[in-house]
């Protein structure tokens, strides 16, 4: 299986960095982003995609424009990890390599732990390799959400995985994958 993986279009928000809200909207650079993009995926023959219930996802998936014959499933679990009481919080006043490790919850704890974000993730990629094991899956999420992806696939590391917004990233499922 081939899984792209994509981060929503730029907000406001993340342009300012500043921790986004749920209901931050794409703003105009976002939404071109989205549309140039989607011209790329368009080129690789996705059977299946799976979107985030946020709006900034679901509406790069719809400017995506892909064909209207690839079904769409809304996936909870793609859902960008709750904030709690660090939404609207400038990058700069927070330890950004702490807040996103693995065992940032020993200092952020009323956030949603990434160690909680991992075991969603990863429980919902077990899932799809067995499931669509011979198709080309697209996944639209966000920046917390990509960085649980890349430890699916690489392992859990301290390093500062960056996922820019509308950038495709590609992960392959060979069949030795699949047996472990």
Not at 6 to 17: L, V
Not at 20 to 36: C, F, M, W, Y
Not at 112 to 140: A, G, I, P, T
Not at 146 to 171: H, M, P, V
């Amino acid at each position: 299986m081939n899984l792209y993986v994509i981060r929503h279009g730029e907000t406001n928000m993340g342009k300012n960095e500043i921790i986004a809200t749920e209901n931050e909207p794409l703003n105009n650079t976002g939404k071109q982003q989205a549309i140039t993009i989607g011209k790329q995926l368009n080129q690789l023959d996705i059977d299946l995609a799976y979107c985030s219930p946020i709006e900034r996802a679901k509406h790069t998936l719809e400017l995506l424009n892909l064909d209207a014959s690839i079904p769409t499933v809304i996936e909870e679990r793609l859902r960008e990890r709750n904030m709690g009481i660090y939404q609207k919080v400038p990058f700069k006043d927070i330890e950004w390599k702490l807040f996103w490790s693995y065992n940032s919850d020993l200092k952020y704890t009323e956030l949603e732990s990434m160690k909680s974000v991992y075991k969603r993730v990863s429980d919902f990629l077990d899932e799809l390799k067995f499931q669509n094991s011979n198709m080309n899956v697209l996944l639209v999420s966000h920046g917390g959400i990509c960085r649980a992806i890349d430890w699916y696939f690489n392992g859990i590391n301290d390093s500062l995985f960056t996922c820019e917004n509308c950038k495709i990233y590609q992960y392959t499922i060979s069949s030795d994958f699949l047996l472990t």
